[in-house]
């Protein structure tokens, strides 16, 4: 009835520096969901390649195509939201300018969905990437949902399809730690994932780097879960005791005091490297709920609201020529 093959779909393309795969990816796109009425939208993350121009020529020639540019990269999370925000059909379907997950594969999301979900998850069934990248992803996933508690879809990627209002919401929620599958399950019950391909990416390099995914997954532990700072409150009063009740055992004489010192210094450093970390994220988390903006559009073909544009009006190429 709502469903995307009778409404519609924006396929959300985020890009950074991906002037080698944008028409690749619009090719795709348009041949495989031919029987979809569709738009393309793609979100210039601030590239300093021709990604730009490349997207500025899809547009010329084809309506369906409509963009996003951002005035600096503002990251992958940032480049996605923008695309969930001005979509303009019901259902918003995510592709990696990269096409990682073929777009035939899109099919079976949208057979997901027409049975009745808000949003459905691609589970990559043998993953194409580098080996730190699948081990890693592995050890993120249980910390997250196994060590810290917090509901994420099991094995769920960013290759998803997602009723637009419910995508707009989480964007609109302005999170200081932005976390989009993790925001999900808070907001309905209402999703489910499915196996699909994967295969390795074609052209160019990942354009997400080790400290990025590093800062976003401690986004995740200390902005969706109080576990880690439980732990850390704890650890501190854990040290507290061992150095009280050893001050006391040295002072009755029941402890040696150069056994006490040294347990006591071990403890503690043991306890303040962990608090240095937990400070450390806790700190950022902080800061970011201060940020004003996930992200600021320069130029864009759809109408950008005021809060999202750093300065003048968006200009859309037409307006300018
Ligand atoms: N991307 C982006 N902004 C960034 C980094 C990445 O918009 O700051 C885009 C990138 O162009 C690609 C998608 O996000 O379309 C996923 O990036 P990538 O394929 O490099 O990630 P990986 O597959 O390695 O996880
Ligand atoms: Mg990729």
Redesign the pocket.
Known sequence: MSGPVSTGVTAVVPCFNEADNVEHAYREIVTELSEIDLEVLFVDDGSSDDTLEKVRALARTDPRVQYLSFTRNFGFEAAFSAGYRYASRPWVLHV???V?FPVAEAHKLVAAAEAGQDAVFGVRETRH?PVVRRVGARFYHFVARRVLGIEIPPGATTFRLVRTELARTIVDLRLGTPYFLATVPRLTNRYSTVPVAHRA?QRGG???NFRWLVGHAMGLFVGFSNRMATVAALLALFAAAVAGLGAVGAAVGLLRTDVVATVVLGVLLAVLGVLAVAVRYLVAVGAGQARPALFYVREATVPVDPADQLMAEPTTEEARS
């Open positions: 990696d300018a990269d990682q990437d990416r990942s354009k997400l």
